[in-house]
C-alpha cells in the first residue's frame, strides 16, 4: 500500500485547478481575441461596402436633384450594412454618413461630424467648390460585447469603424 | 525520497503547456491582426483607385487624387497618408491604363499606357506592419530552437485595386424617350480607352416630332404599358417634373415598348417644370436608353445602350407655330414647319465627364467600377 505524506495530500488536484483554470482562461481569451477581431473586420468590411454603395447612389431614387443623398439612400446603404453585420451575429450598431469634400490628403470629417461641403436641398444646391473632390463616408459605430466575463478585460469596448470613398454623382 | 522529487513536476508540465498555449494564442492574435490589416489595405487601395479613376478619365492629376483618396482612409491605425507618413505607407505605383474585358480569361484586362485612359490601377502597401508579440515569438523561438534568429518585427502587406470607367449596365433613365443609334441621330460611339472630345460628340437634331421622324420613340421604360396615355409617361418623369416616383432601373439586353404617340403636353411640363427651374435655369442632363433599332416606333425593342443628353429650354418647341428654322443649332423647317419636339440636344460626356469605357454599345455615360 503507497503511503502519501500528508503534506503532500492534494497537492496535484490543487495543482491542476491552477493550470487548468489558467488553460481555460487563455483558452478563452484566445476565442474572444478571435471573435473580436472577426467582428472587427466584418464592421471594417460592412462599413465599406456601405460607403461603396452610398458613393454609387444616383438621382432620382436615392438623391435629390443637388445629388445629396435623400431618406431612401440611406436606408439602402443601412440596411446593406446592417445585413452584413447581421450575418457576422453582430447587432445594435449606429451607422451615419457624412458627405464631404476636400482639396487634399486631408483625414474626412469624424464620424460625429456634420456634412460639410454640403451639396444643399433641391433647389438651391450648393456647387462642390473648384478644385475640390466630393467624398462620402459612411461610419458604423457602438459596442463589442465579450461573450466570456473574464478577468482584468471589462465587458466590452467600442468600435468606430469608418470609410470614404470619392461621391462619384456629385 | 522519489516520491518528493515528483513533487511539482504536474505543474512545471503545465506551466510548459501554457508556454505552449500562449505562443498559439500570440500567434493567433497576430495573424488576425495582420489580416484584418490586409483588409484595411485593400480598402484603401479600392478607395484610391475609384478616386483617381475619374480624374484620369478627364486628363488631370489622378496620383494626387489616389493619394487623397487613400488618406481618407485608415489602415494599420493611422489615415492612409504617404506625403505625411512615407516611411510607412506607398502607393506606388498608381498607373493609369486602358481596361478592356474583352482579353481572354487569364489575361490582364488591363494594361498601363499613355492616355487615353479609362482606368486606374493602385498598388497600396503598408510598409511596416508591426508584430505585437514579435519580440516573445523570437526570443520563444530561439529558446525552443537554441538559435539566435528572429522572425522580426513587421512586415509589408500590399494590396492591389483597379477602377475602371464603364457604361452602366442598368440606370433608371430620367425620361421615357429612347434614341436609336443610326438615322437622323448620329450618336458618337465610344471606342475602348477614348477620351471625351466634344468635338466628336453629337448634336441630336432632331430628336423631335415623334411621329414625324423615326429615331425617338416614347417608351414605356419596362413597364408594359404598351399605349401609355399622358399620364403614365409623366409619371415616369423625374420626381421633380411631375413624376410620381422613382422610374424603374432598364438595363441593356432589355426591352422596351416603343410608342408613337401625341404627347405635346409633355413638351411643355418638360420644359416649364423640368429644365426651367433651378437649379438647371434652363440646361439640364437626361440620361435615356439608347434602341438598335431605327424605324417605326412601336412594339418592343431592345435597349443598346445609353446616352447622356443636354437638353436647353429654348430648344424644346411647344407649339406649331410656324418657322423657317428653330433651336442652338438651326434646324431648317421646312415647307410645312417645325413641330413640337426637342431638337438640338447634345450628347454630353457624362456622368463623369468621359466618353470612355468598355463594350461595344457606350454612348457615353460611364460609372466607376472595381475591375
Redesign the interface.
Known amino acids: 500500500m503507497r503511503i ?2 500528508r503534506r ?1 495530500q492534494g ?2 488536484l490543487i ?2 485547478a ?3 483554470s ?2 481555460v482562461i ?2 478563452l ?2 476565442v474572444e ?2 471573435r473580436a ?2 467582428v ?2 466584418y464592421i ?2 460592412a462599413a ?1 461596402d456601405g ?2 454603395m452610398a ?2 447612389l ?4 436615392y438623391r435629390d ?2 445629388q445629396r443623398i435623400t431618406s ?1 439612400g440611406f436606408l439602402t446603404v443601412q440596411n446593406q450594412v446592417t445585413q452584413e453585420l447581421q450575418a457576422a451575429g453582430v447587432t445594435g450598431m449606429t451607422i451615419n454618413f457624412i458627405q464631404s469634400c ?7 470629417p469624424d464620424c460625429s461630424a456634420t456634412s460639410n461641403c454640403d451639396p444643399g436641398t ?4 450648393t456647387a462642390t467648390p473648384a478644385g475640390n ?1 466630393p ?1 462620402v ?1 459612411v461610419c458604423v459605430s457602438g459596442n463589442f460585447n465579450y461573450m466570456f466575463n473574464l478577468p482584468f478585460v471589462g465587458t466590452g469596448f467600442t468600435v468606430v469603424r ?5 461621391d ?2 456629385r | 525520497m522519489r ?1 518528493t522529487k515528483q ?2 513536476f ?2 512545471v508540465m ?2 510548459m ?2 508556454l505552449a ?2 505562443a ?2 500570440a500567434l ?2 497576430d495573424v ?2 495582420l ?2 490589416t490586409a ?2 489595405v485593400q ?1 484603401v487601395a ?2 484610391a483607385a ?2 483617381a479613376v ?2 484620369a478619365t478627364q486628363g488631370g492629376d489622378y496620383t ?2 489616389a ?8 489602415a494599420d491605425g493611422n ?1 492612409f ?4 507618413q512615407p516611411t510607412l505607407y506607398a502607393l506606388n505605383p498608381v498607373q493609369a491604363g486602358t481596361y478592356d474585358n474583352t482579353k481572354a480569361p487569364g489575361v490582364d484586362p488591363f494594361a498601363a499606357g499613355p492616355a487615353p485612359w479609362n482606368a486606374v490601377r493602385v498598388t497600396a502597401t503598408a510598409q511596416h506592419v508591426g508584430f505585437i508579440f514579435g519580440g516573445f515569438m523570437s526570443a520563444l523561438a530561439n529558446l525552443v530552437g537554441g538559435g539566435n534568429g528572429s522572425i522580426g518585427t513587421n512586415t509589408p502587406i500590399t494590396k492591389i485595386a483597379t477602377a475602371v470607367c464603364a457604361p452602366p449596365l442598368q ?2 433613365p ?1 425620361l421615357p424617350i429612347t434614341v436609336c443609334a443610326g438615322g437622323n441621330i448620329q450618336l458618337h460611339l465610344f471606342q475602348p480607352g477614348e477620351a471625351c472630345d466634344p468635338t466628336q460628340l453629337g448634336t441630336i437634331s432632331p430628336l423631335n416630332a415623334i411621329p414625324n421622324t423615326q429615331d425617338a420613340c416614347w417608351n414605356d421604360l419596362g413597364t408594359g404599358t404598351t399605349n401609355p396615355s399622358n399620364q403614365d409617361l409623366l409619371h415616369l418623369f ?3 417634373c411631375g ?1 410620381n416616383g ?2 424603374p432601373l432598364a438595363g441593356d439586353g432589355e426591352t422596351v415598348d416603343t410608342n408613337n404617340g401625341n404627347h405635346v403636353n409633355l413638351f411643355s411640363n418638360l420644359k416649364n417644370n423640368c429644365v426651367h ?4 435655369n434652363g440646361t439640364r442632363d437626361f440620361t435615356i436608353p439608347v434602341l438598335g433599332t431605327c424605324g417605326a416606333c412601336g412594339g418592343a425593342q431592345t435597349i443598346v445602350g445609353f446616352v447622356t443628353i443636354e437638353i436647353k429650354e429654348s430648344d424644346i418647341k411647344t407649339n406649331s407655330s410656324n418657322v423657317s428654322t428653330f433651336g442652338s443649332c438651326n434646324v431648317p423647317c421646312g415647307p410645312s414647319g417645325c413641330p413640337q419636339g426637342i431638337y438640338c440636344a447634345k450628347q454630353v460626356c457624362n ?2 465627364g468621359t466618353g470612355t469605357g468598355i463594350g461595344t454599345d457606350n454612348f457615353g455615360s460611364c ?2 467600377r472595381l475591375g
Not at chain 1, 122 to 125: D, E, H, T, V
Not at chain 2, 277 to 280: A, D, L, S, T
Request: charged share 15%.
Open positions: 502519501v505524506p503532500k497537492q496535484a495543482e491542476g491552477i493550470t487548468i489558467l488553460f487563455l483558452a481569451g484566445v481575441f478571435g477581431f472577426f472587427a473586420n471594417a468590411h465599406r460607403a461603396r458613393s454609387v444616383t438621382y432620382p431614387n436633384s443637388c431612401p476636400a482639396t487634399g490628403a486631408s483625414p474626412p433641391s433647389p438651391s444646391c473632390i467624398y463616408t469608418s470609410a470614404t470613398f470619392r462619384e454623382e | 516520491r513533487g511539482g504536474a505543474l503545465m506551466g503547456w501554457i498555449l500562449m498559439l494564442a493567433a492574435i488576425s491582426r489580416a484584418y483588409t484595411e480598402g479600392d478607395a475609384t478616386a475619374k480624374t494626387a487624387v493619394k487623397a483618396g487613400a488618406a481618407k482612409n485608415r489615415y497618408d504617404v506625403d505625411a440606370v433608371p430620367d423625374p420626381p421633380d413624376g422613382a422610374p427651374p433651378p437649379p438647371y456622368p463623369s460609372i466607376v
